[in-house]
């Protein structure tokens, strides 16, 4: 399956995938209109200091830890994608408490959580995250065996 | 092979899961006292609260017994094992044969004796979707609530119950809230933070007898009450467990492989007691992502698969009226402590691997700190210094983030 990967030497911990996240999980057409004057919370996160950095977000783990430890069963694969049923959710937090790659945030409102989907969830289908880095330092692809 | 499970939460539902990931034939019969297909027990407090419904607090989709080809017996309690025979016998004299057994048999209050108590007529206990369906209906916008424990299920029922009632107090013979998951620090926070939202706390004290609506206190103070919830503690249900000769504790002995001392025989979740590895001692760890995975472990083991569960840890994640807290490990070490006015974190190290956490406020990526503490790393293979001031992957090797990042993870 296709995932997203992030190769350190190429990241210039610019941001823009943080960005493109916010707007591509906004439900709006218009980014100006999606993050102007607007604390982001995007699922994507980078880390990093003046020499090295690198993007963050949902592993999409072949044994996931956060699904296993739902309380309230919101968590689940989706041919492959671990998809959160913001519905179901009650924003416990657990997954939080349990994710190795801190990739599970909460969302806006704190109420439920979110977490990258690969943009399966949103119109924009794939990883926005991929395609907006201007240095092709993220990439959508498959990698080892699953 | 005939596979029979007793209990029907996520201990179960684990199990469930992993006998049909080895396993797609097999008859798999669940047996539940309780009459429901399985729902999410830890939301009973949100579904008080107004955050969840009995529709969405469903732990599995409505078709989850019918995909897997479970066969459910519920409503029924299951009263005893016929080792011998092999077989389960049912409260309504129906015999269940298996060839393989779980034990997912939970946990139930436990109600300490306390003078009086049976002439306290609305009394509940707050573990189970009927005892939060009899708690509901009890409960007026005039109803004075007296709780009898601070601990976590006190606690998530007072904040479930706040906006429905006139009053809450909150009774513990402890000194203070949450002992089991906060350190001093953290329980007087949280306590403050709780109380802000009306709800009183007396602690230090104890109930030593009630009379009609009234509490009558071992430091001479009194309670007047409406509506009274027994939230002391609870105990492993290991009966049925111990008459066949299961090695019990204080919860059902299981190894890594969720396997009792006796073969054929599993157990799994709240009923059970298995080795913390940070205390490296054997404890009841009542919470459900290990009931989930010691369920799972359990099912793969029983239908012939090899999985072994050796990571389990003392870890919760609970809020308060929109406080996070997230807590894990055990804190006897040595500790390193942060605070601001509405945050607390607190790292604890022994050996030269992290123990323990607790976190109140900001949680942001906890888990990289769990991780740390179920993988056992070595915290001279990381930058102690960098990861304490927040959980990051920056903190660890460049190779080692290769290997976290660059592949697909199990």
């Not at chain 1, 994507?44 to 949902?58: H, K, L, P, R, T």
């Not at chain 1, 492959?80 to 997954?95: E, F, L, P």
């Not at chain 2, 906006?163 to 013979?173: F, K, Q, T, Y």
């Not at chain 2, 949450?178 to 306590?191: C, F, N």
Request: neutral net charge; proline residues 4%.
């Amino acid at each position: 399956m296709k995932r997203v990967y992030v190769n350190e030497k190429w990241c210039l911990g610019c941001h823009l995938c943080e960005y493109n996240c916010a707007f591509a999980n906004s439900g709006e057409t218009d980014m100006v209109k999606a993050l102007k004057d607007v604390t982001i919370h995007p699922r994507i996160q980078v880390e990093g200091d003046n020499q090295v950095s690198f993007a963050v977000s949902c592993r999409h783990c072949k044994d996931p830890v956060c699904v296993k430890s739902c309380i309230a069963g919101a968590l689940s694969v989706r041919d492959g994608v671990i998809h959160c049923d913001q519905d179901k959710c009650v924003g416990c937090y657990t997954c939080i408490l349990v994710c190795p790659y801190g990739a599970v945030v909460p969302a806006p409102d704190g109420y439920v959580i979110q977490k990258c989907e690969l943009c399966t969830n949103n119109r924009f289908g794939e990883p926005a995250c991929v395609k907006g880095c201007p240095n092709g330092a993220i990439v959508f692809e498959e990698r080892g065996t699953e | 092979m005939k596979y029979v499970i007793i209990g029907n939460s996520a201990a179960a539902v684990g199990c469930i899961e992993g006998i049909r990931s080895v396993d797609p034939e097999g008859s798999v019969t669940v047996i539940s006292d309780e009459p429901y297909a399985v729902y999410s027990r830890p939301l009973i407090s949100y579904l008080l609260y107004g955050k969840t419904d009995l529709e969405r607090m469903k732990y599995r989709p409505d078709d989850f017994y019918e995909k897997n080809g479970v066969k459910t017996i519920l409503g029924v309690r299951a009263v005893k094992v016929n080792r011998a025979a092999k077989e389960v016998i049912l409260s309504d004299g129906r015999r269940v044969p298996f060839e393989r057994l779980l034990f997912a048999t939970g946990s139930r209050p436990f109600v300490p004796p306390m003078d009086g108590l049976d002439r306290v007529e609305k009394k509940f206990t707050f573990m189970k979707l009927d005892d939060a369906k009899a708690l509901e209906a009890a409960l007026t916008k005039e109803s004075r609530v007296l709780i009898v424990g601070a601990g976590l299920i006190g606690l998530k029922c007072a904040e479930g119950i706040r906006n429905r009632v006139r009053s809450i107090a909150v009774v513990d013979l402890a000194n203070r809230i949450l002992p089991s998951i906060l350190d001093e620090t953290g329980s007087v926070m949280v306590q403050k933070y709780i109380e802000s939202f009306g709800i009183r706390f007396i602690l230090g004290d104890s109930v030593e007898h009630f009379d009609p609506g009234l509490a009558r206190l071992k430091s001479g103070g009194e309670v007047p009450f409406d509506v009274l919830i027994l939230a002391v503690g609870v105990r492993p249900n290991t009966q049925l467990a111990a008459e066949i000769g299961c090695k019990t504790g204080r919860g059902i002995v299981i190894d890594s492989h969720s396997a009792t001392s006796l073969p054929d025989v599993y157990a799994a979740g709240d009923c059970c007691e298995c080795r913390d590895i940070t205390t490296n001692s054997s404890r009841v760890l009542a919470i459900l992502p290990n009931a989930y995975l010691q369920g799972e472990t359990a099912g793969i083991n029983m239908a012939g698969g090899e999985k072994s569960f050796d990571k389990a840890i003392p870890m919760n994640a609970i809020g308060f009226f929109g406080l996070h807290i997230i807590t894990a490990g055990s804190y006897d070490g040595e500790a390193w402590t942060e605070q601001t006015e509405k945050t607390y974190k607190k790292l604890v190290s022994k050996d030269g691997l992290l123990k323990g956490y607790i976190l109140i406020g900001d949680v942001a990526r906890a888990g990289i700190y769990t991780s740390l503490i179920r993988e056992q790393t070595p915290l001279d293979s990381i930058d102690y210094e960098l990861i304490k001031k927040k959980p990051q992957l920056m903190a660890f090797t460049a190779e080692r983030r290769r290997e976290m990042l660059g592949g697909v993870q199990s």
